[in-house]
């Protein structure tokens, strides 16, 4: 009896040794893929049958340690014990441990062994604690371990990869006659009891099965879905990264492809881990929401799709320019300014607008020159230094992302008004006569209005052989100086000329008469003894007129004539009269000269006369020109992209060059001013488009200003 009792703690003593055993390589590196297989008899115990007829569950192989073989003997049946141990198998059984495949999730349930056979004495054990029924495995990786009936001296394993796990029974501890548990008695424990009392040895006997894992690739990705947002006609968005990794096992090859034509990949395919960059592109599309997919796929591994949210939204309106009203005019005369005027500037787009204002005038001032929103601008025109005539001048409106609006801007400068000025031609009279003979040739004197206004002009003189035969006129005028030698001896009379006028100075003109001898010689005789001229400038010339030259003396008179005027001709030149008259014509040509009094002298020369030299004062008076206006009217253009039109003027058919005028496409007509009396002016007009392309010109139309 008292070696039956110390077979159990012998027993226990074996299994210590292998629970510590095992312990130790628990923390042994895993054998690979291809791990030798441990070949060896190993004990284990049968589920028991309580009173109550319940069975214990859960035996498992045990993890890869070496085992070690147990001197093993025919076990006894002991009716007399309280319970039985496990017999020993008819064949041991062989151990095969192969590695768990890497990444495989640890094992929540063990297997169950099949019960062996028990005697009807036997007796239920306490139940396992808890610890027994706990995964195992979980820190490290488990191996699999398949355990077959050997028969003979066979030694085989299962192939490595197999995870097929079988049941057997094994021989009970304390059966036989063994080094390390002594003799089965009725009182030997149990391997259950033992494993109940010790926890760590239920793991090593009762470890978890581990299922068997794919190691097939699998596709991950991050993140799992992609988001854009940009806008309409704007720039594409910022590129984003899809991430690709391995989730499974072996060699991940992938490829990307996209679905859609905005979407686009910098890459299509790796291997392993990678990234793709994600590009989209907003081109043409409109606002919306657009969806696409990016999709993965790899050898052996099921595709993956990523999906791709594209949103396009509107984009803002910008500001834009609104002017009133759309051209401007002034009227003024020379020195006076006329009444400032107000443009008027809006936001009729969105946004804000920061707008400024230019010209391109030296005689325009804006005030002020920039602004931001609604605002008001003013114009002043000052015509201190310009003359009588019609200017042009353009204000630029301009803003940030808006486009730049041109207002045109004329000014028409008129001539001041002026008093009225007397003018006489000549200056100056001189007659010549001879003692009893006959009187001079009688001369004219030319009254004109230098100044403004109306002249209103009286004639006076102070001498009784000067006969004037007009004493008063408005406007222009002619009075005709007769003298009359009578009894006068020869000498030198002198008279004057009074002319006089409402609101102006009067102005003397000084009178000559000479009374000379009875001449014996040739002598020079002068027809008429004055002359005057009248045109308008820019107009024609006056008609020519005649100087007639006689000799009232005796013998031959050889004379000749010159003047101290570029505008004046006289043809011929010279000549001799003998009795009767000789003509000498008179031509002005009044091109480029500005209106105005000119005066010139003609000086007749004769070598034998008694009388030589002779003076005849010449005048030529240019008026100021003649201006009428001129309307052009014409139908609007119904273009879309209609920006204005632009005015041709010349004084010959088909003979333009720069337009006189740019209009805006809201003008369906134009005054032309400043016309001439007299001439015939020809018009044409054409439109131009936004772009500035101009259209060809309309027909021809004509004025003549009388």
Known sequence: MRHAKRQPLLMTHVILCGFATALLLLFQPIPSASAQQLIGPISQEASG??????????????????????????????????????????????????????????????????????????????????????????????????????SGTATGSTAAGTASI????????????????????????????????????????????????????????????????????????????????????????????DSTTWLS????????????????????????SYSGTVILNATGASSVTVPVAFTVITAPVPPAIGESPASFSFTAQAGANPAAQTLTISNTGNGTLSWSASDNAAWLTLSPASGTGNGTVRLTVATAALTAGSYSGLITLTASGATPVAVPVALTVTTAPVPPAIGASPTSLSFTAQQGGGNPIAQTLNISNTGGGTLSWSTSDNAAWLTLSSASGTGNGIVTLT?????????????????????????????????????????????????????T????????????????????????????????????????????????????????????LYTAAITVTATTATNSPQTIPVTLTLSTPTTSTATLTWSANTEPDLAGYKVYQATASGAYTAPIATLPKTTLSYTAVGLQVGSTYYFTLTAYDSAGNESPRSPEVSKSIF
């Open 537 to 596: 400038q820019g107009a024609a010339n006056p008609a020519s007129k005649t100087l007639n030259i006689a000799n009232p003396g005796t013998g031959t008179l050889t004379w000749s004539v010159t003047d101290n005027a570029n505008w004046l001709t006289l043809a011929p030149a010279s000549g001799s009269t003998t009795t009767g008259t000789s003509p000498v014509a008179l031509s002005v040509n009044s091109a480029g000269l500005l209106a105005g």
């Open 166 to 257: 079988r049941t057997i029974p094994l021989t009970p501890a304390g059966a036989g006659s063994s080094p390390t548990s002594g003799s089965g008695g009725a009182g030997g424990r149990t391997m259950r009891r033992l494993a109940a009392e010790m926890p760590g040895l239920a793991q090593l006997i009762s470890p978890p099965s581990v299922p068997v894992v794919s190691v097939n690739p699998a596709i991950g990705t991050s993140p799992t879905s992609l988001s854009f947002t940009a806008q309409q006609g704007g720039g594409n968005p910022i590129a984003q990264t899809l991430t690709i990794s391995n989730t499974g096992g072996g060699t991940l090859s992938w490829s990307a492809s």
């Open 49 to 150: 049958i309580g009173t109550q007829g319940r069975r214990n569950e859960n035996i498992a192989p045990t993890l890869p340690y070496p085992t070690k073989s147990l001197e093993k003997k025919e076990a006894q049946t002991l009716t007399h014990k309280r319970h039985r141990l496990i017999r020993k198998p008819q064949n041991a059984p062989v151990a095969s441990v192969e590695p768990s495949p890497s990444g495989s999730s640890p094992v929540s349930s063990l297997p169950t062994l099949p019960p062996s056979q028990q005697s009807d004495k036997t007796t239920s054990l306490p139940k396992e604690p808890s610890s027994l029924s706990r995964s195992v495995g979980a820190a490290l990786p488990l191996a699999t371990m398949s355990v077959a009936p050997s």
């Open 265 to 288: 990949l910098s890459s299509a395919s790796g291997t392993g881990t990678g990234t793709v960059t994600v590009s989209v592109t907003t081109g043409t599309l409109t606002a919306g």
């Open 483 to 535: 003298v009359t030698t009578g009894s006068l001896t020869a000498g030198t009379y002198s008279g004057s000329i009074t002319l006089s006028a409402t609101g102006t100075s009067s102005i003397t003109v000084p009178v000559t008469f000479t009374v000379t001898a009875p001449a014996v010689t040739p002598t020079i005789a002068l027809s008429p003894t004055a002359f005057s001229f009248t045109a």
